[in-house]
């Protein structure tokens, strides 16, 4: 089945400590997109990667940092920067459907820092 | 500036009753508009989208949509509401912002199903 996968699930960590999530895509999909998700907000973009070894800074970059070494990988790092790290964080991907860019989502990770 | 507003943060409805989710937008140019919907603690899954062409559209799981150009909405519809409909909607418009394509979220919508 194609599809998304993020691991962990669930994921703890102390503060002062990076965290790499993981995102993986078997849908040969070009795009790929990090968003972060906090209660009782919408979606909020941190980076996107259009292509294999490029990227773009989302709307809430800071404290994030992403690689795009192959197609099928887009790895979100948290690092101690980020003031407030604890959320439900979001990977997708994207093809284009009639010069319209269609987004598929994995299932996410929850995120916790103490 | 593009924006995607959903005046609801919560909507309760019995079950069997119809639904409708407010969705309004701000964009310039012709919309892509896009309904998902999110269970909790899980990812989101697409609805249905509009793009062109016939203004109401159909989506999975027996929800529909209407694109009101003169109104700037995209309202979700359903006319019979299951208890597995409980769940987080959002609405979304794909826009380009820098040539580079990205989605503008609404807030969503969480719909509480009375039995």
């Known amino acids: 089945d194609g599809g998304i996968t993020q691991s962990p699930k669930y994921l703890f960590r102390k503060e002062g400590q990076n965290v790499t999530l993981s995102c993986e895509q078997n849908l040969n999909h070009d795009a790929m997109y990090w968003y972060r998700q906090d209660p009782g907000q919408g979606l909020r973009l941190i980076y996107y990667?259009?292509?294999?070894?490029?990227?773009q800074k989302g709307d809430i970059a800071e404290g994030y940092s992403v690689s795009r070494e192959k197609k099928e990988s887009f790895p979100l790092t948290v690092t101690s920067a980020q003031k407030n790290p604890t959320a439900f964080y979001l990977c997708?991907?994207?093809?284009?459907?009639?010069?319209?860019?269609?987004?598929?989502f994995g299932p996410g990770t929850r995120l916790t820092v103490t | 500036a593009q924006s995607v507003t959903q005046p609801d943060i919560h909507i309760t409805v019995s079950e069997g009753a119809s639904l409708e989710l407010r969705c309004n937008y701000s964009?310039?140019?012709?919309?892509?508009l896009f309904w998902y919907v999110q269970s909790p603690g899980q990812g989101l899954q697409l609805l249905l989208k509009y793009f062109s062409g016939d203004t109401l559209v159909q989506g999975i799981k027996g929800f529909e949509a209407e694109f009101k150009r003169s109104q700037s909405s995209f309202n979700l519809r359903k006319p019979s509401v299951h208890w597995s409909d409980a769940a987080e909607y959002f609405c979304a418009v794909g826009a380009y912002m820098d040539s580079n394509y990205q989605l503008i979220w609404g807030a969503g919508t969480k719909l509480i199903i009375k039995p």
């Open positions: 990667s259009q292509i294999v070894n490029d990227f």
């Open positions: 964009y310039g140019a012709t919309p892509y």
């Open positions: 997708a991907s994207s093809v284009e459907t009639s010069g319209v860019y269609e987004q598929y």
